[in-house]
């Protein structure tokens, strides 16, 4: 069969506008036929569709499965997935579908012909000849003028002031932008569903958006009960839909209702992508018509947050997503997500920066009412080892009765087994933080000692940026309301039991209750909720109140 003579995608697409807008039907079956369409399946769901209108019942995949069981599923989620046609398109594809009917006729009676003469093959011949010259008589173009064509062109046009007045709006600094579409990826059990519930409960608590849909295709019921993410639907009602346990046609009726919806301050969350990908996501031609979806939703007015999987790492190869190329072309920002477990750091490297002022950002997850704490990244990055090795350098300068020079520093670490280069990395990146230098007389080197205020690694600080939620974050049966915020005693860590996480474990904070008088280090605890920008003293024992400005650790 000649290629030119079908197309199965004009075929699905018509299929799928009628399905939306049923009312079309009633025009289009004065035009096509149930033989017009090529594929089988097709021709069938096309002949299910005119009987339920002939018996007056609605043209839904609801119907089709049930009243004709033959359909088959996976021709209806193709057919679910397929961009709607505009009603000022509709009609040229149904022209061009027409078109390809009749050629694959004319074929077929030529090829018959040529085994037996007929007239009455002949007749037909021609009459379809005609008929098809007839639907091209349709297609052709009126000639316009200058005139019309300018004014065109001026209604679509930039206009140099709307373009001069742009400006990027944050959702989340250096992180989220709205009206964009933004890639998460990682590897599985990294925490990526964790910190988009978090993101997306603290922007509905901060009102920078008004409504948030999350489209989960990974976790099950159990798993959001064993995380608690249903309190979130308590806190914030139907300003939060969640989607789970759904199939790919349920999940695909919500899309595409989504598609003809005015999505001004919403984010959209798809968890994770390659759930709404029908067949492979290393080729483009089956990935990009879900990016396109992507595209038509950001149109609407949404913010798009997907999150993707990442391949695991080979020793001559390694990428930032799995997956076709068009992940990332269709994408106006994408971060990869990598998770410190020393220090309870969700850490977002960005690779790809489109919109925005964007940089690599850390957060640390808060179980007990799904919040993000903003870490400093070299905090954030900070490792039990570099821990010992920072309390080593500490302990060697206190007891060193001369300033040492850089060489002795670092033979100090080695020899105590730590890397020759980490250990390098550690005293450069603490000069100016927690100790200092000068230079000596001699060949200029340089000369080590602590900074006077710096007695122990425990009284050092980390600068941390506290969202202010302490008035507005959700009361779970495990965060009971206090007037005095205390610190948490430990790291917990609790299962990610997504459906297609290996089962990996995530590092959340604890979900115990708060402790009012725990004395406990920068590594072992997160200060709940505050609005100021501060430090923690971490010799500090005794209650501290919301409202306190505290000292943190600085490193």
């Given at each position: 069969?000649?290629k030119?003579?079908?197309n199965?995608?004009?075929?699905?697409s018509?299929?799928?506008?009628?399905l939306?807008?049923?009312?079309?039907?009633?025009?289009?079956?004065?035009i096509?036929h149930?033989e017009?369409f090529?594929?089988?399946?097709?021709?069938?769901?096309?002949?299910a569709?005119?009987?339920?209108?002939?018996?007056?019942?609605p043209i839904?995949e609801e119907?089709?499965?049930?009243k004709?069981?033959?359909?088959?599923?996976?021709a209806?989620?193709?057919i679910?997935?397929?961009?709607?046609?505009s009603?000022?398109?509709?009609?040229?594809y149904?022209?061009?579908?027409?078109?390809?009917?009749i050629?694959?006729?004319?074929h077929l009676?030529?090829?018959?012909?040529?085994q037996?003469?007929?007239?009455?093959l002949?007749d037909?011949?021609?009459?379809?000849?005609?008929?098809?010259?007839?639907v091209?008589?349709?297609?052709?173009?009126k000639?316009i003028d200058?005139?019309a064509?300018?004014?065109?062109?001026d209604k679509f046009?930039?206009?140099?002031?709307?373009?001069?007045n742009v400006?990027f709006?944050?959702l989340?600094d250096?992180?989220?932008?709205k009206?964009?579409i933004?890639?998460?990826?990682?590897?599985?059990?990294?925490?990526?569903?964790?910190?988009?519930?978090?993101a997306?409960?603290m922007m509905?608590?901060?009102k920078?958006?008004?409504?948030v849909?999350?489209i989960?295709?990974?976790n099950?019921?159990?798993?959001?009960?064993?995380?608690?993410?249903?309190?979130?639907?308590?806190?914030?009602?139907t300003?939060?839909?969640?989607?789970?346990?759904l199939g790919?046609?349920?999940?695909?009726?919500i899309?595409?209702?989504?598609?003809k919806?005015d999505?001004?301050?919403?984010?959209?969350?798809?968890?994770s992508?390659?759930?709404?990908?029908?067949?492979?996501r290393?080729k483009?031609?089956?990935?990009?018509p879900?990016m396109e979806?992507?595209?038509t939703?950001r149109?609407?007015?949404?913010?798009?947050?997907?999150?993707?999987?990442?391949?695991?790492?080979q020793?001559?190869?390694?990428?930032?997503?799995?997956?076709s190329?068009a992940?990332e072309?269709?994408t106006?920002?994408?971060?990869?997500?990598?998770?410190?477990?020393?220090?309870n750091?969700l850490?977002?490297?960005?690779f790809?920066a489109?919109?925005?002022?964007?940089?690599?950002?850390?957060?640390?997850?808060n179980?007990?009412?799904?919040?993000?704490t903003?870490?400093?990244?070299?905090y954030?990055?900070?490792?039990?080892?570099?821990?010992e090795?920072i309390?080593?350098?500490?302990?060697f300068?206190?007891?060193?009765?001369n300033?040492p020079?850089?060489s002795?520093?670092?033979?100090?670490?080695?020899d105590?087994?730590y890397?020759k280069?980490k250990?390098?990395?550690v005293?450069?990146?603490?000069?100016?933080?927690?100790?200092k230098?000068?230079?000596?007389?001699?060949?200029?080197?340089?000369?080590y000692?602590?900074?006077?205020?710096?007695?122990?690694?425990k009284?050092?600080?980390?600068?941390t940026?506290?969202e202010?939620i302490?008035?507005t974050?959700p009361?779970?049966?495990?965060?009971p309301?206090?007037?005095?915020?205390?610190?948490?005693?430990?790291?917990?860590?609790i299962?990610?039991?997504?459906?297609?996480?290996?089962?990996r474990n995530v590092?959340?904070?604890s979900?115990?209750?708060?402790r009012?008088?725990?004395?406990?280090?920068?590594t072992q605890s997160i200060l709940?909720n505050?609005?100021?920008?501060?430090?923690?003293?971490?010799?500090?024992?005794?209650p501290?109140?919301?409202f306190?400005?505290?000292?943190m650790?600085?490193?």
């Amino acid at each position: 069969m000649n290629k030119q003579n079908y197309n199965t995608n004009i075929e699905k697409s018509i299929l799928s506008s009628i399905l939306f807008e049923p009312q079309t039907l009633q025009d289009i079956s004065k035009i096509l036929h149930v033989e017009d369409f090529y594929l089988p399946t097709h021709q069938l769901i096309y002949d299910a569709m005119l009987k339920l209108n002939k018996q007056d019942l609605p043209i839904d995949e609801e119907f089709i499965k049930r009243k004709f069981p033959k359909v088959d599923d996976d021709a209806m989620l193709q057919i679910l997935a397929a961009n709607a046609i505009s009603q000022v398109n509709l009609f040229s594809y149904i022209k061009e579908l027409k078109k390809a009917s009749i050629a694959r006729q004319i074929h077929l009676t030529s090829l018959e012909l040529q085994q037996k003469f007929d007239v009455k093959l002949i007749d037909k011949l021609n009459t379809l000849k005609d008929e098809l010259e007839s639907v091209d008589g349709f297609a052709k173009l009126k000639s316009i003028d200058d005139k019309a064509c300018n004014d065109i062109f001026d209604k679509f046009d930039i206009v140099f002031d709307e373009i001069e007045n742009v400006k990027f709006e944050y959702l989340m600094d250096n992180f989220l932008v709205k009206n964009e579409i933004t890639m998460i990826s990682a590897r599985p059990g990294t925490g990526k569903s964790l910190l988009s519930v978090a993101a997306a409960n603290m922007m509905l608590m901060q009102k920078n958006i008004e409504q948030v849909y999350y489209i989960d295709g990974d976790n099950s019921k159990s798993t959001l009960k064993d995380r608690n993410i249903h309190h979130l639907k308590k806190q914030h009602g139907t300003k939060f839909r969640y989607f789970v346990g759904l199939g790919k046609s349920e999940l695909w009726q919500i899309i595409n209702a989504l598609k003809k919806k005015d999505l001004t301050d919403s984010l959209i969350v798809f968890d994770s992508i390659k759930n709404f990908i029908s067949g492979d996501r290393d080729k483009n031609k089956d990935v990009s018509p879900v990016m396109e979806i992507l595209r038509t939703l950001r149109n609407n007015g949404a913010t798009v947050v997907f999150l993707h999987h990442q391949n695991k790492a080979q020793k001559d190869f390694t990428s930032d997503y799995a997956g076709s190329s068009a992940f990332e072309e269709d994408t106006s920002n994408a971060f990869t997500l990598k998770r410190n477990d020393d220090k309870n750091a969700l850490i977002l490297k960005l690779f790809k920066a489109r919109a925005g002022d964007l940089q690599e950002i850390a957060f640390s997850y808060n179980a007990h009412n799904h919040t993000l704490t903003k870490l400093d990244l070299s905090y954030a990055k900070q490792t039990k080892e570099m821990d010992e090795m920072i309390e080593e350098t500490v302990e060697f300068l206190k007891s060193s009765r001369n300033k040492p020079m850089w060489s002795e520093l670092s033979k100090n670490l080695t020899d105590l087994g730590y890397d020759k280069e980490k250990a390098a990395k550690v005293i450069k990146n603490n000069e100016g933080k927690l100790w200092k230098f000068e230079r000596g007389d001699r060949n200029n080197q340089k000369l080590y000692s602590l900074i006077e205020t710096t007695t122990s690694t425990k009284s050092r600080a980390v600068e941390t940026i506290y969202e202010d939620i302490a008035n507005t974050a959700p009361i779970s049966p495990i965060t009971p309301r206090t007037s005095n915020i205390g610190l948490y005693e430990g790291l917990d860590v609790i299962s990610d039991k997504s459906d297609n996480s290996e089962n990996r474990n995530v590092l959340v904070a604890s979900q115990n209750f708060p402790r009012e008088n725990s004395g406990v280090t920068v590594t072992q605890s997160i200060l709940a909720n505050s609005g100021w920008k501060f430090s923690l003293n971490q010799n500090y024992t005794g209650p501290i109140s919301a409202f306190e400005k505290i000292q943190m650790p600085i490193l």
